[in-house]
């Protein structure tokens, strides 16, 4: 995700302060797939200030003493390319599938069962919250977002119902100890195999 991506996109719709852009992306439910941190956005915010991509627009004093002006920023014409670069960047990237849980399943067969079980229960837990909060969002904002909106939302309804999908099957492995079986084979014989396997398709004919 390019947070610089997200700040032009939210500029071309119209000027706004660093603390605006965060409130839009908390209440259009986006940090829902993009992880938001305060420091990203603003060090993003300097960066394409300092490029020339977007500027001050107005400065506007806040009351009160030590406290700093509020610096109302728009997009400019070398932001307004940067943004279709960026957004092209964003849609010719490959998709990978990602979870927290993938990268600890190779290993789990060392782990305490109960403890795999109860954060396989947590990751539910948090999966079905994220659809019902995006499902009652939908039904409550469906009638005029964008079109755009709608489907991103959509899509991670449907890759959460997937994912559902995957850690409901992964509950019922774990609850029957299977999914802790240790390596069938040992290592050498492993090795052996795919050597024969990778001679086998050498020698065959292309």
């Known amino acids: 995700m390019s947070m610089k991506l997200l700040i032009l996109g ?3 719709e119209r000027d706004k302060h660093p603390y605006e852009i965060r409130k839009a992306i908390k209440q259009r439910n986006w940090n829902e797939t ?20 977007i500027e001050a627009a107005e400065v506007v004093t806040v009351p009160g003493d030590n ?5 109302i920023y728009r997009i400019t014409a070398s932001g307004k390319d940067a943004f279709e670069d960026l957004l092209k960047a964003q849609a010719d990237q490959i998709s990978y599938p990602q979870h927290p849980l993938f990268l600890t399943l190779p290993f789990v067969r060392y782990a305490d069962p109960l403890k795999v079980e109860e954060g396989i229960i947590q ?25 755009g909106s709608e489907m991103m939302i959509v899509g991670i309804i449907d ?8 850690l409901g099957g992964l509950l019922e492995e774990a609850r029957a100890g299977t999914l802790f079986a240790d390596v069938k084979w040992t ?19 292309k």
């Open 10 to 12: 939210l500029l071309m």
């Open 34 to 53: 993009f992880k938001l941190r305060d420091g990203s956005l603003y060090y993003a915010v300097d960066q394409l200030r300092g490029e020339g991509l």
């Open 67 to 71: 406290r700093p002006d509020k610096t």
């Open 123 to 147: 990751q539910i837990t948090y999966c079905e919250a994220r659809i019902q909060r995006l499902q009652a969002v939908l039904a409550l904002k469906r009638d005029f977002l964008p079109k």
């Open 159 to 166: 890759f959460s119902e997937t994912e559902r999908k995957f």
């Open 187 to 205: 290592v050498e014989e492993i090795e052996a195999y795919l050597k024969t396997r990778q001679d086998a398709e050498g020698s065959s004919p």
